[in-house]
């Protein structure tokens, strides 16, 4: 059984896409779909901007889930999942490549979630940070104790957590947890608090897109960040997808669970190989590879 995952914000490069473009007709006009959806030249962004422009959050999230869909479309029977997940903004990616929504709602959703998240950043002083070498349960208790908004956002792989939250509160759990013995934490260049209470007003805002926009009956069962389950009932879906800017994503837990419901091998689409390597991480011997247009 095959699994497919698409990666999330922070797997963008310069030039991202321009490969499909030139190869595909087919990319040629899902990317003229893109810059009318979005009222923006995205296009031009991503084939000729710099590492800075790219790394908007309103550039960012959209050109990592055109590069993944269109990837998919390219490749087209090639890409036949038994399940998919996605890593935080993958979940998008990976619910139009199961046919849950269409590439325009798709895109449209990404999008909204891309400037309700940057609002919510602009809003409240806040970052990120990255948790080398401790268990969960430690960083958890850290989280908890410390004044401030500060939570677990995304368990990443055994031994890797990234933590969320007010500025003044990361930092000082970041200096708490160096004294636990974490052999890492380290504030990460992000906007923004992602996955943890700072996202609120965001999470807001995407709700009401998210219930106006339809979803469809998946291909196959989908692995959310919010629950680490097999999820296939559209409602519970739509919940998860809204709950998932507040909440952690569960990533390890969702590799352990597709491995467990008998995925054989899994298949990173779109930009970078990062999940493919945390894959590894929890299993070296799991096969991993990623879509390209050499297959």
């Excluded at 810059?35 to 960012?60: H, Q, Y």
């Excluded at 139009?96 to 959703?109: Q, R, S």
């Excluded at 609002?119 to 806040?126: G, K």
Aim: glycine content about 8%; aromatic content about 6%; hydrophobic content about 45%.
């Amino acid at each position: 059984m095959k699994a497919y995952v698409f990666p999330g914000q922070g797997a963008q490069f310069p030039g991202m896409g321009s490969d499909l473009y030139e190869a595909s007709s087919l990319a040629k006009d899902r990317f003229a779909i893109a810059d009318e959806v979005l009222g923006f030249g995205i296009t031009d962004i991503m084939f000729n901007g710099s590492a800075d422009d790219i790394k908007k959050t309103s550039v960012t999230q959209p050109a990592i889930f055109l590069h993944s869909v269109i990837l998919s479309e390219v490749l087209g029977e090639q890409i036949k999942p038994d399940m998919v997940a996605g890593h935080s903004l993958g979940e998008f990616s990976a619910l139009v490549v199961a046919g849950g929504m269409t590439f325009e709602d798709g895109l449209g959703l990404v999008s909204a979630r891309a400037n309700a998240m940057q609002a919510a950043c602009d809003e409240t002083p806040s970052t990120m940070a990255a948790v080398l070498g401790l268990e969960n349960n430690i960083v958890e208790d850290i989280c908890f104790n410390t004044d401030g908004i500060v939570v677990p956002a995304n368990y990443n792989c055994p031994g890797q957590i990234v933590i969320s939250g007010e500025t003044h509160a990361v930092e000082a759990a970041c200096e708490a947890l160096k004294e636990a013995g974490a052999r890492r934490a380290l504030i990460l260049p992000v906007g923004g608090a992602f996955h943890s209470p700072v996202m609120e007003p965001a999470r807001m805002k995407l709700a009401e897109a998210i219930e106006n926009t339809t979803i469809n009956e998946l291909t196959c069962p989908i692995f959310q960040n919010v629950s680490a389950k097999p999820e296939t009932d559209v409602s519970i879906i739509r919940s998860n997808l809204i709950a998932q800017l507040t909440a952690p994503v569960y990533w390890t837990q969702s590799m352990e669970a597709i491995i467990k419901y008998g995925a054989t091998s899994v298949t990173e689409v779109g930009p970078g190989r990062v999940l493919s390597g945390l894959f590894k991480k929890l299993n070296r011997h799991f096969p991993t590879n990623s879509a390209s247009l050499e297959e």
